[in-house]
């Protein structure tokens, strides 16, 4: 495991405002780019007090990946560690396969599932899934699999280190971790698992006074970004 850096390191600067109209009203997102990443075992809190209160105006809320979460919290794992299994080989042959997005098509991620979810959920979960694609139904792995093993990151060749050699798991309690940022740094917080196929919330404090429909039309078109963007946090404020 790498050590984490000192919070006092890097910078932060807020790129430029991105608006939205969702259900009549609008809103503006600002990316919060930083110079360098977030560390394994790094302060989230200590993070955010640094790079994004500063630039925080009351009104505000913060969506922040939920990848971030799991790295401040070591909820990850090195590939060295993963022994590939038969059944992560055949798995991963029915893994739809997305131009942008090749992680899932590397057995060693798909066997970081099987260890979440175990081999009894992962094999009806293949069956089943097989069944639904022939008649037009997709998603039911992640479904019949749970476990959230959808929410598994890393392992991605296309993305800069250390998340090429890195899988990182989903946080255990991402509303809590909401609540506490709020808390304790007076910033309504939703944490998301982004990308560019889809935006699920899983966690909405109570002061951004939105619910998780609302909030993912928001970042549907995925502010954040993707890991080598650089933007982890994105401010969203309410203009009209």
């Known amino acids: 495991m790498e050590t984490a850096q000192k919070v006092e390191t890097g910078t932060s600067e807020v790129q430029p405002g991105r608006k939205i109209t969702v259900d009549g009203v609008e809103y503006e997102r600002f990316p919060i780019k930083m110079s360098r990443l977030i560390e394994f075992g790094e302060n989230l809190e200590d993070v955010l007090r640094k790079f994004v209160l500063p630039h925080f105006?009351?009104?505000?809320?913060?969506?922040?990946?939920?990848?971030?979460?799991?790295?401040?919290?070591?909820?990850?794992?090195?590939?060295?560690?993963?022994?590939?299994?038969?059944?992560?080989?055949?798995?991963?042959?029915?893994?739809?396969?997305?131009?942008?997005?090749?992680?899932?098509?590397?057995?060693?991620k798909v066997q970081v599932a099987i260890e979440e979810a175990g081999v009894w959920r992962i094999i009806p979960a293949m069956i089943l899934g097989g069944?639904?694609?022939?008649?037009?139904?997709?998603?039911?792995?992640?479904?019949?699999?749970?476990?959230?093993?959808?929410?598994?990151?890393?392992?991605?060749?296309?993305?800069?280190?250390?998340?090429?050699?890195?899988?990182?798991?989903?946080?255990?309690?991402?509303?809590?971790?909401?609540?506490?940022?709020?808390?304790?740094?007076?910033?309504?917080?939703?944490?998301?698992?982004?990308?560019?196929?889809?935006?699920?919330?899983?966690?909405v404090s109570k002061g951004v006074g939105l619910d998780k429909k609302t909030t993912r039309k928001i970042l549907l078109d995925n502010p954040l970004g993707q890991g080598n963007k650089m933007t982890p946090f994105v401010l969203v404020r309410k203009i009209s």
Request: proline residues 6%; positive net charge.
């Open 57 to 108: 105006q009351k009104g505000d809320w913060l969506a922040l990946s939920e990848k971030l979460i799991s790295v401040s919290q070591n909820r990850v794992r090195h590939i060295s560690t993963v022994k590939v299994t038969w059944l992560a080989r055949l798995v991963t042959k029915g893994v739809k396969k997305h131009k942008n997005m090749t992680a899932w098509s590397k057995p060693e």
């Open 131 to 203: 069944i639904g694609k022939l008649v037009g139904i997709r998603g039911l792995f992640w479904i019949i699999a749970g476990h959230r093993v959808s929410e598994i990151d890393g392992f991605i060749p296309e993305d800069m280190y250390p998340y090429t050699e890195w899988a990182v798991l989903p946080p255990p309690d991402p509303q809590h971790d909401c609540d506490e940022i709020e808390k304790n740094l007076g910033m309504p917080t939703v944490t998301a698992d982004a990308n560019f196929i889809n935006v699920k919330i899983l966690g």
